[in-house]
C-alpha cells in the first residue's frame, strides 16, 4: 500500500502490516529510500479514534469503488 503526498508523489509504500507484543508493527519505506518500523501502540490507536466520523467511514466506503486512482476532495 502506498501513500502518497497531495502533488502525488510517494511518501510511503507500507510493505508489511504484523501483530507484535507492543502492538501492531507497520513496516514500509519513506519516500522510496529510507527503511521503517513503526509500532501502533494500543494506546495511540484508541487515541486516533478522535479522526473516526461518518463522513470519513463513507470517504473510505466511496475509495473501494473508485479506479481512477485520483484523491477524494476534502
Known sequence: MK???PEHS?????TDIAPC???ILICGTIMGAMPM??????AELRRGLKFA???LGLAFIRLLF????????P
Open 53 to 55: 466520523s461518518f463522513g
Open 21 to 23: 507484543d507492543e502492538g
Open 3 to 5: 501513500l502518497f503526498t
Open 37 to 42: 518500523k513503526a509500532v501502533l501502540t494500543p
Open 10 to 14: 510517494e511518501l510511503l509504500e507500507i
Open 66 to 73: 473508485r479506479r481512477d486512482g485520483k484523491a477524494v476532495r
